[in-house]
């Protein structure tokens, strides 16, 4: 939902702020109507994004009993009381409040989680022995050490994975009794710390990668990772080819 509201939102702003009066409303909804179609979608995914919004508290000054008559009167035809310019002007200050929301809320999530992840990478320190710290950021320890030569960039390397959220624990994605090994060529897409962590590995070996989100998927997230997720990373390196 986080995704659909980055993408929803604005436009919805712009369509509900078309107008800013009037003075008729529907009766409240007992419970959500069925969607028939794909454009009953739409219009449900525009309305919903703009309501969690509003209460979410993006636009604390703004009154939405206003923005759902104002959305009414415009839709049945009303004569509205703003000029084409005094509209543009308002949807653009109330899309410019938005984006300011969001910049602080992306704030306070990056220093809460740059301050989770100090204390995680701390206390790993302090309670694990076998754990190492790689210049570019992310920590990891040998669970088996393999005998085979050593993976370098830009080769075809053949491996199973599991990984985990970090600072829950929670399992995440793998590969074991999920689908065969994966084959993918290191640095073709790859996450920062990945590029880096294969290096590290002899084939034949696995090893357990603990990843601050700057060097997993970053501020942005990928598909439905979240941005400023870190990431725990186990990795059975099979095999490496030089294509």
């Not at 939102?9 to 409303?25: E, F, I, K, Q, R």
């Not at 454009?39 to 509003?54: I, K, R, V």
């Not at 209460?55 to 839709?75: K, M, T």
């Not at 204390?119 to 088996?144: C, I, M, Q, S």
Request: charged share 20%; glycine share 8%.
């Amino acid at each position: 939902m986080k995704q659909m509201r980055k993408i929803f939102l604005p436009a919805a702003v712009a369509l509900l702020l078309a107008s800013c009066a009037g003075n008729s409303t529907s009766a409240p909804l007992k419970e959500a109507p069925v969607l028939k179609n794909a454009a009953d979608t739409l219009s449900w995914a525009y309305g919903q994004n703009l309501a969690e919004a509003l209460r979410q508290g993006f636009f604390a000054e703004l009154d939405a009993d206003l923005i759902l008559q104002s959305a009414r009167y415009a839709l049945d035809g009303g004569e509205q009381p703003l000029s084409p310019d005094e509209k543009k002007a308002a949807v653009d200050f109330v899309i410019s409040m938005y984006n300011a929301s969001i910049q602080r809320m992306m704030q306070s999530q990056q220093s809460q989680v740059d301050s989770l992840q100090a204390a995680y990478f701390a206390n790993l320190e302090k309670t694990n022995p076998n754990v190492h710290r790689d210049p570019t950021g992310f920590y990891y320890e040998v669970l088996r050490e393999g005998t085979g030569p050593k993976a370098t960039y830009a080769q075809r390397v053949e491996f199973d994975y599991r990984s985990f959220l970090m600072l829950t624990g929670e399992p995440y994605d793998q590969t074991y009794g999920k689908r065969e090994p994966i084959m993918h060529v290191i640095g073709e897409p790859m996450f920062p710390g990945l590029i880096k962590a294969f290096q590290h590995m002899n084939t034949g070996s696995i090893y357990r990668f603990y990843f601050p989100y700057q060097l997993a998927f970053g501020t942005g997230g990928s598909g439905d990772i979240p941005g400023y997720t870190p990431f725990i990373y186990e990795i059975e390196l099979h095999g490496h080819y030089n294509d």
